[in-house]
């Protein structure tokens, strides 16, 4: 299975790529080799310039838990994503398709050490092949997905979603009655629209953004496409309410 589809809180249905298992594990690779780097630095640093009996105590305590706090810090604090991840173009997501919360993220991570056993991550890469949804233990037990998104923004696409101001907010009005769950929804939609089909397109035009569009009275412009006045609701929502 490539591609799952799931039905947001808003009642829409969304598309998610799933992940693949070797770019996982490249990320994964990236990931141990930074957390294992890190650990060791502040290990040094702590018996360098602490108390002998307290910077041996913090050594300890790095070198034992410092893989599963980057990624409980990484994942639960940067929307789902690691260095690893972010360099392959992962992201961890609830298997509803919200984003991950700092709760599934700590659960995930915690349960890695039952990835090594039998042997190293064998357990892990046999649950992610026979998972319907590509999860290991960790995912499956924290209710979560790690799947394939592009960070960066294409080339032909004016308005990136996290900075500046829209050329269209003018045309948004000043949004006072938008609410949270709608900003997501059309953030999602926004971030997704250039790969989905053309159908699915269509659908979250006419399902989400006409019914918004209508409720807070922001007027099609003439050639312009729906989905750059999305883009400056979200643009605008989002600098407004400190979420960029």
Not at 59 to 82: D, H, K, P, S
Not at 86 to 96: P, T
Not at 223 to 235: I, K, Q, R, T, W
Request: charged residues 15%; hydrophobic residues 50%.
């Amino acid at each position: 299975m490539n591609e799952i589809n799931v039905l947001v809180p808003e009642k829409v249905i969304v598309s998610y790529r799933l992940a693949r298992n070797g770019v996982r594990v490249i990320a994964l690779l990236i990931d141990t080799f930074l957390s294992v780097l890190a650990s060791f630095v502040i290990s040094i640093l702590a018996t360098m310039a602490l108390p002998q009996a307290v910077g041996s105590a913090i050594a300890m305590l790095t070198i034992t838990f410092g893989y599963f706090v980057y990624f409980i810090l990484l994942e639960g604090f940067w929307n789902g994503v690691t260095v690893g991840k972010y360099m392959m173009g992962l992201r961890v997501r609830m298997a509803d398709g919200t984003p991950v919360t700092f709760a599934a993220a700590m659960y995930r991570n915690l349960l890695r050490f039952a990835d090594f056993f039998p042997a190293m991550y064998l357990t892990g890469a046999a649950t992610i092949y026979f998972s319907d949804m590509s999860q290991r233990l960790g995912d499956m037990a924290a209710g979560t997905i790690v799947v394939s998104e592009k960070f960066a923004k294409p080339a032909d696409q004016t308005a990136p979603h996290n900075y500046g101001i829209h050329a269209f907010e003018a045309n948004v009005g000043d949004l006072r009655t938008m609410t949270r769950s709608e900003y997501v929804l059309l953030k999602h939609i926004a971030d997704r629209f250039p790969d989905m089909p053309e159908v699915s397109r269509q659908k979250a035009l006419d399902t989400v953004w006409q019914p918004f569009a209508k409720n807070h009275r922001i007027a099609p412009v003439e050639n312009v496409h729906p989905l750059y006045l999305m883009e400056a609701v979200v643009m605008k929502y989002g600098r407004l309410r400190g979420l960029l």
